[in-house]
């Protein structure tokens, strides 16, 4: 999340104290912040000069153009902050299943050559078919009420062979 304020510093610090650490991007088009883009570029995706809070609140049809020229604008920012391109990209509130974005996010996950979250299995098999490498499970079970010792232990010893991505 690039234009969160302690964006710049966490980034720098992991660098730092963990160099081969892999970094992705969180794409943000919701939550109710501010774009990175002008906001005179990207109207369709705002109200008022900020994103709406929740992807239900998107529309059911967004400009491309306009999800690219956000999307781009955040990958330099992280680029930027980073010194170098994001290793894999997911999107905030999984906006990325938005059936405007999704072709956009799997454009610059193969632009980039880095994998992206396929937070359910329709999207994965999407991302698939468009050529986007993705991991073959995904948990969001360890988030919120969920983050405990208890729980890691039981998705650790659940889970299931080849690659998982745990949301935390």
Avoid at 69 to 97: C, K, N, Q, W, Y
Wanted: glycine fraction near 10%; include cysteine.
């Amino acid at each position: 999340m690039v234009l969160e304020p302690d964006a710049a510093d966490g980034i720098g610090s992991v660098r730092r104290e963990v160099p081969r650490l892999s970094l992705g991007l969180h794409f943000v088009l919701t939550g109710g912040g501010c774009p990175a883009s002008s906001p005179d570029r990207v109207p369709s995706l705002l109200i008022d000069g900020r994103f709406r809070r929740f992807p239900s609140d998107l529309p059911s049809e967004l400009p491309e153009e306009e999800i690219a020229r956000e999307l781009d604008a955040r990958i330099v920012l992280f680029g930027r902050m980073a010194g170098r391109s994001p290793t894999h990209i997911d999107s905030h509130h999984h906006s990325a299943l938005h059936p405007s974005v999704q072709p956009v996010f799997a454009r610059a996950a193969l632009r980039l050559g880095i994998p992206a979250r396929g937070s359910t299995s329709g999207a994965r098999d999407a991302l698939r078919t468009m050529g986007v490498r993705t991991p073959d499970h995904f948990v969001d079970s360890f988030h919120g009420d969920g983050v405990t010792t208890e729980n890691l232990r039981s998705i650790l010893d659940g889970l299931e062979d080849g690659t998982t991505e745990l949301m935390c």
